[in-house]
């Protein structure tokens, strides 16, 4: 599984964090014809608009340590620098996630096959 980020071309700011076993270039494709109403999908949107495209890297290849049918607890650290509150958003392509816990938290059930 890849685990790879979104920037901004604008501010180099990383602005989502995603995982895919497909390959990255099928998945920004997506990102980029997707129609949800995400705020992700927002954001990608305005920068269409204006002629632009988010960049995509990856951040890491792991090996799927879910087993089919298991679940997983995901926890996202993150700080806004200007000391603001944050949200929290997240999808899976496969499998399903529900909220946590706690609002940082979410539970991933890996797909049975």
Known sequence: MRIYGLVDPRTNELRY?????RALRQRFSSHLASRERTHKQR???SLIKCGLRPEIFEIDDVPDVVAPGGQALIT???VDPE????TYEAEAS???LAP???SNQFLFTAPTS
């Open 76 to 78: 996202v650290d993150a």
């Open 100 to 102: 946590g816990p706690a």
């Open 94 to 96: 496969e499998g399903t």
């Open 43 to 45: 954001w990608v949107n």
């Open 83 to 86: 000391g603001g509150p944050l």
């Open 17 to 21: 964090v995603g995982h895919t076993r």
